[in-house]
């Protein structure tokens, strides 16, 4: 099977450490997205990458996030000094940009981040 | 800006009962697509259907049917003869034809089935 997957699964961390997040899409799809989800939350939307330019950022995406895609191929979501509110399950999500423009994101199956 | 509602946060039924998720959205644009998710107890978001604007034919598939209506910005999921492994949230969602296709997704009702 070759879905979304990512690395790790599970994070826990201090405050004020550093971490980062993998997200190996599914091959053949031009669109990678970042989500996050907090408990008995819906995901909330955080930026996305065609091929291996960002091209959106949420509000929410603070300067102590950074995401890259740098070959159109896997991503990586860096949280910078940690705090406890960035606590959630981080989501990647990856579509292919074909013929309709909103083929379905499907998605992997989520880094649970906890900041001590 | 666009806005998904799930009035119910949780159901719960026995099994063979009919159920219906309610979903409510708001938008400005024309052109827009809505979306039903689920989740189970593993985590991992499952596309079930993707609808768009202009196609308000109502859709069925097993026992899942779709009933969209314009008029009332409702895209609603109904669940025929439940069954225990229908238990998950289920989470309704909408996305913008100039947006990127970013979801924006209301805040999902969990569904328990009970046997």
């Known amino acids: 099977d070759t879905g979304v997957s990512q690395d790790p699964r599970h994070k826990i961390t201090k405050r004020g450490q550093n971490v980062t997040f993998r997200c190996d899409p599914i091959?053949?799809?031009?669109?990678l997205y970042w989500y996050r989800q907090t408990l008995g939350q819906g995901p909330e939307f955080l930026t996305y990458f065609q091929n291996e330019a960002q091209l959106e950022k949420s509000r929410l995406l603070s300067d102590r996030f950074s995401a890259e895609r740098p070959k159109g191929s896997f991503s990586t979501l860096e949280i910078q000094r940690t705090e406890q509110g960035d606590s959630a399950m981080y989501l990647c999500?990856?579509?292919?940009?074909?013929?309709?423009?909103?083929?379905?994101?499907?998605f992997g199956p989520g880094t649970r981040l906890t900041v001590l | 800006a666009q806005k998904v509602t799930q009035a119910q946060t949780e159901i719960s039924v026995v099994e063979k009962e009919d159920v219906t998720l309610d979903c409510v959205y708001e938008t400005r644009d024309t052109t827009y697509y809505l979306f039903w998710y689920k989740q189970p107890p593993s985590g991992e978001l499952v596309f079930l259907i993707r609808?768009?604007?202009?196609?308000?034919q109502n859709e069925i598939s097993g026992r899942y049917s779709w009933n969209f209506q314009k008029s009332t910005s409702s895209f609603n999921f109904t669940i025929t003869a439940s069954q225990v492994v229908d238990s998950a949230v289920y989470f309704c969602?909408?996305?913008?034809?100039?947006?990127?296709?970013?979801?924006?997704f209301g805040g999902g009702t969990r569904l328990m089935v009970k046997p």
């Open positions: 999500a990856s579509s292919n940009m074909g013929g309709s423009d909103h083929n379905e994101q499907f």
């Open positions: 609808r768009n604007s202009f196609d308000e």
């Open positions: 969602a909408l996305s913008l034809n100039n947006a990127g296709n970013m979801l924006t």
């Open positions: 091959s053949e799809h031009n669109r």
